[in-house]
């Protein structure tokens, strides 16, 4: 048994360590500012091979078949790559196809089709495009004003996230996964939806509700939020799938890559762009959790929410995109040796495999292809921007010389079905041209002296998990600068109190209701309502001596219900549910005494501590008192190490789809 745990240990150990001649190596063959120059260009040429291979062969259907040099519809019949490309154009500074392009989808699209769509890659990739396209095209500091453009993307998007809007009509607040456009949710509709997929539509929706000043958009997808953090477990992990009727998790996989990734990623950058704190409030108690329990240094792995026993030693594609993230919450020295440890798998095989398990060092079964994933590339750009770092330009050079000579095909880039044989696949998803890309150019152009629009243009931007631009402008992100947190908490005798009052009340539950066809569906605000109070004009989110968990009202909800796998729509307000209300986690950094160097971001290492009125109390890690075939614990120099002698491997919890439709996941 403690043979195995060694092994397994040495393992990660061993093949980490090859990221260190990464390192070196990069630093002696470094990428000089001629050739950022020649590279950007390449990858300027390569978005050109792959754009105008689906404008000749495949358009107006969703994305292009490169091998046969044919189109298929596989989200919407709706044009979908030109819509998701739409500000790569502008950011190359193409004026001419931009404004053609804009012209085509006000003139052309439509969404009064009988189509079932998933929300989740309709929002990312369609509702996002749009908006991004909008805010550039009407916009003369931008550069790319279209002088003829009257708004017809915005009216696009208000159409169809109102179309989109039924999926939210569910107990929880979480949305169902797929929804018809013309005639709402189907009523034999899977009630079964992913963390990302019901946590990662506040971006698309808050600007909308933004630009066209209705709230209704943001707050349905913040309450789905809500509705996914209050069923957190109490090491504050949320599973990978979740019941949107009865908020009970039928997977319960922790992790940051698959059916979860994008939550962590929107919670941050919903702060970053709105400002709004609560977002922040959530996304570091998250954070927390995820660097605690999920962390494997310089990797991380899936474990049961519950009890954060190691269930899935796994390295998946998905995770790619969390170095990235790090660096936008200025937790840098992680993110360098996770982006590292990511890179040499792509280095041993020219491509990052969907899979890679960490306890074989090989490519999971199953999981050998690359869709031409963005992830990776968002990371190095990234870290790129904040260290000034050769080594991530030589690894840009590197991922654009796999995709030449690897993934290049007659009429654009194919996915690779096999990372070890590089055999093609006759299919280029959309997000190629939107993330892809984009990230590459971002990064060669970056160091070859910028001059573009994310880096010179007049706002800052937030990339959407799209790679959609967001711009923070004063309509979007100061909207509510004077009104950031609930301040019916404060003491009334506090000079806090003494402010303006915002335009905003929450002295009761309002109901939001909206017509769509023969159908009205009704919305809640929050499943907490909130007593009306002035807020601060003092001090912007502060409200001495309360948790976030206070001033939200976000309170655990711990499902008493019985499951019937048959239930329908009928039985959906049967469920009895128990509220727990618990304090928020902190950091003592006191305990941090022993004498051993600490990086500057190494608050992520310390003790958990649990705050409360009696003072700190030491939470104990159930993954070293849990009964589960998978024991995870310290040895002496304080190394993780695990215990999965008596795991079986095959015995994953039932029900596990790792798909949703046929897109790649998330």
């Known amino acids: 048994m403690r043979s195995l745990m060694h092994l397994f240990s040495l393992y990660l150990l061993l093949f980490s360590a090859s990221y260190d001649s990464f390192v070196h190596r990069a630093l002696a063959d470094g990428v000089t500012p001629e050739e950022a120059q020649q590279l950007r260009d390449e990858v300027r040429g390569m978005f050109y091979h792959a754009f105008d291979g689906y404008m000749e062969h495949a358009f107006p259907k969703d994305e292009l078949r490169p091998l046969s040099c044919q189109g298929e519809d596989t989200i919407g019949n709706y044009a979908l790559t030109l819509i998701d490309s739409l500000d790569t154009l502008a950011l190359l500074g193409d004026r001419e196809r931009f404004a053609a392009s804009v012209e085509w989808i006000g003139k052309n699209l439509q969404f009064d089709i009988n189509k ?188 049961n929410m519950d009890s954060a026993a190691i269930v899935w030693p796994l390295f998946n594609s998905l995770q790619a995109f969390w170095p990235g993230l790090q660096v936008l919450a200025g ?50 750009y990234l870290l790129f921007k904040a260290t000034r770092d050769p080594r991530y330009l030589d690894a840009g050079r590197d991922m654009v010389a796999s995709l030449q000579y690897g993934a290049r095909c007659p009429c654009g880039y194919c996915h690779i079905s096999d990372v070890e044989f590089h055999e093609q696949e006759d299919h280029m998803e959309s997000f190629f041209l939107a993330e892809t890309v984009k990230y590459l150019w971002l990064l060669f152009d970056l160091a070859a002296g910028p001059d573009n629009l994310v880096e ?87 409200c001495p001596g309360l948790t976030h968990g206070q001033k939200f009202g976000i309170s655990y909800l711990n499902p008493t219900y019985t499951h019937d796998n048959n239930s329908d729509y009928k039985d959906r307000d049967q469920g009895e549910h128990s509220v727990e209300e618990r304090h928020s986690v902190v950091i003592d950094a006191a305990d941090q005494d022993d004498g051993k160097e600490q990086s500057d971001n190494s608050e992520y290492n310390e003790d958990i501590r649990e705050s409360g009125d009696g003072g700190s109390q030491s939470v104990k890690d159930p993954a070293f008192q849990s009964n589960s075939a998978v024991i995870v614990f310290n040895d002496d120099d304080g190394n993780r190490l695990i ?24």
């Open 116 to 303: 079932t769509v998933s929300v989740f890659e309709t929002t990312i990739r369609i509702l996002g495009g749009l908006l991004s396209a909008h805010l550039i095209a009407s916009d003369y500091a931008t550069g790319m004003r279209i002088p003829s453009y009257e708004d017809q993307l915005l009216h696009l998007a208000e159409d169809l996230a109102r179309r989109l809007l039924p999926a939210f009509d569910t107990p929880t607040g979480i949305p169902f996964g797929s929804v018809n456009l013309m005639h709402g949710v189907d009523e034999h509709e899977s009630k079964i939806t992913s963390t990302a997929g019901g946590g990662t539509l506040t971006l698309e929706f808050g600007v909308l509700s933004r630009l066209i000043n209705d709230s209704i958009y943001e707050e349905v997808t913040k309450n789905a939020v809500h509705g996914l953090w209050a069923r957190r477990s109490k090491l504050n992990l949320v599973g990978a799938h979740i019941n949107v009727f009865t908020g009970e998790w039928t997977q319960k996989d922790a992790g940051i890559g698959t059916s979860i990734d994008s939550f962590y990623e929107y919670l941050l950058k919903a702060y970053l762009l709105f400002g709004e704190e609560e977002y922040l409030y959530i996304f570091q108690e998250a954070y927390v959790a995820a660097m605690h329990y999920l962390h494997n240094d310089p990797w991380y792995v899936e474990v």
């Open 331 to 380: 937790d840098i020295d992680p993110a360098i040796r996770t982006h590292a440890a990511f890179f040499s798998v792509w280095k041993r095989y020219g491509f990052t495999p969907e899979g890679f398990n960490l306890a074989t060092l090989n490519v999971q079964q199953g999981q050998k292809s690359y869709p031409l994933r963005p992830e990776l590339m968002e990371s190095t």
């Open 456 to 542: 010179n243009g007049p706002y800052k931007y937030v990339f959407s998990t799209e790679g959609h631009l967001l711009p923070a402008t004063p309509q979007i992100s100061l909207v509510r600068e004077h009104c950031s947190y609930l301040g019916a908490y404060c003491r009334s005798g506090d000079s806090r109190r003494k402010s303006f009052t915002s335009d905003t009340s929450y002295g009761e539950q309002k109901n939001y209701t909206k017509e769509y066809g023969s159908r009205t569906h009704t919305y809640l605000p929050s499943e907490t309502s909130y007593a009306s109070a002035p807020f601060s004009g003092f001090i912007k989110g502060v």
């Open 643 to 666: 215990d999965d002698s008596n795991y079986n491997h095959d015995d994953r919890e039932s029900g596990d789809e790792r798909s949703e439709n046929h897109f790649p996941q998330r």
